[in-house]
């Protein structure tokens, strides 16, 4: 079984930019959730989508934005990027209902100059 | 708001050490608590979990229970392998399918 693929793994933006990030769930996992994973910061949990619907979001300003597909994946963009965006996205995925195991995949490290 | 806390590393430890990371947690109600673990070079994996009080989440040789009393749920592990260098996380979740809320991590560094 494929686990949760993200991309792209790694990508330099500047100051201002845009940038999308993608997620693949597991097949069969309805939800995902996005973390951001900056330094020292740990992981600050972003925006959560099921069956097609933001659930909720976490402390972050509107330029942080997604949307969930009909099969499931996810988008995270982030607008007018600045330095401090630079950090790992994580992206995890469960099978709707579930007690808490989230499958993560291996992130999108971002880095903005 | 719900939040948890972990005592701050990097821990350092020898093989076969015992190992204690603190994990304490906030939280309204009846969380269900988690450990997670990312390994060098990997995505974060579930490591254990409780979701009642006094409840024992195990796996791998690592230990946490449950403590409601005193809101925490320590991890442990009574010997300490060179493999088990990661980054461990403690989380909880308010109820089944909202997001879980991490801690910052501990880096556990375990030499030979």
Redesign the interface.
């Given at each position: 079984e494929a686990g949760v693929t993200q991309s792209p793994t790694h990508l330099i933006k500047t100051r201002g930019q845009q940038v999308t990030l993608r997620c693949s769930p597991i097949s069969g996992h309805t939800s995902v959730y996005w973390y951001q994973q900056a330094l020292g910061l740990g992981l600050q949990f972003l925006l959560w989508y099921d069956e097609g619907e933001e659930r909720n979001r976490g402390n972050f300003p509107p330029r942080f934005s997604g949307r969930q597909f009909p099969n499931y994946s996810s988008e995270l963009n982030v607008n007018a990027l600045e330095l401090e965006d630079s950090a790992l996205y994580l992206c995890a995925s469960v099978r709707r209902g579930s007690s808490g195991e989230l499958f993560f995949g291996e992130g999108s490290r971002l880095t903005v100059l | 708001g719900n939040s948890v806390t972990q005592m701050e590393g990097p821990v350092t430890l020898s093989e076969e050490a015992f190992l204690t990371i603190n994990c304490t947690y906030t939280a309204t109600g009846y969380p269900?608590l988690?450990w997670?673990v990312q390994y060098p070079g990997?995505?974060?994996?579930?490591l254990l979990?409780a979701?009642k009080a006094d409840d024992k989440g195990s796996n791998k040789g690592f230990e946490a229970t449950y403590r409601k009393e005193t809101t925490s749920f320590h991890l442990e592990k009574g010997s300490v392998q060179v493999s088990d260098s990661a980054v461990y996380?403690c989380a909880l979740?308010e109820r089944?399918?909202?997001?879980?809320?991490?801690?910052?991590?501990t880096t556990l560094s375990v030499s030979s």
């Open positions: - | 269900s988690f997670y990997e995505g974060l994996q579930l979990k979701t996380f979740q089944a399918g909202t997001a879980l809320i991490f801690g910052k991590g």
